[in-house]
């Protein structure tokens, strides 16, 4: 292999890398910021269902609609960081030694635990599961049940 060709893959491994960062980073944040929005959502829906529960139930449709958005946002950021991997990858198996495993397919190989994409998968539907019972315990009380 060239010196030329070796140096675009030591270049494209670091442009991989960075890329990897910054989506893997922004994922984390923005699962973060769905924790802290969904935290004021309950709190709101408490605090609205001693006064209104009409303004509950939209509290909850509210909360429901932020895990939609919030599960396609994780999906996009999960598809930027897998680009980075598989850059990374490719650069890893030319550049290395063919005998050294590759740590981002070793990953992709681990047994018996959840990916990031499940577990984030699994808030969203718990959240989503209690913003419906909240929207019909809320609407329950607003036509005249009581439960």
């Known amino acids: 292999m060239n010196d030329t060709h070796q140096d675009c893959l030591k270049l494209s491994k670091e442009i991989g890398l960075e890329w990897f960062k910054v989506h893997a980073d922004q994922r984390l944040k923005a699962f973060n910021f769905f924790l802290l929005i ?12 001693s006064v209104s529960p009409l303004a509950a139930s939209t509290i909850a ?7 939609i958005c919030f599960k396609y946002l994780d999906r996009r950021t999960a598809t930027l960081v897998k680009h980075g991997e598989e850059l990374l990858s490719y650069c890893l ?12 397919r070793l990953a992709d190989e681990c047994e ?5 994409r499940q577990i984030f998968n699994t808030v969203f539907l718990i959240f989503g599961i209690m913003s419906f019972g909240g929207m ?6 607003v036509f005249g049940y009581k439960v």
């Open 93 to 104: 198996e030319r550049i290395g030694d063919p005998e050294m495993p590759n740590p981002i």
């Open 61 to 67: 449709f509210v909360l429901g609609a932020i895990c």
């Open 136 to 141: 019909v315990f809320s609407l329950v009380r």
């Open 38 to 49: 969904a935290g004021f959502c309950i709190g709101g829906f408490f605090t609205a269902l």
């Open 112 to 116: 018996g635990t959840l990916s990031y």
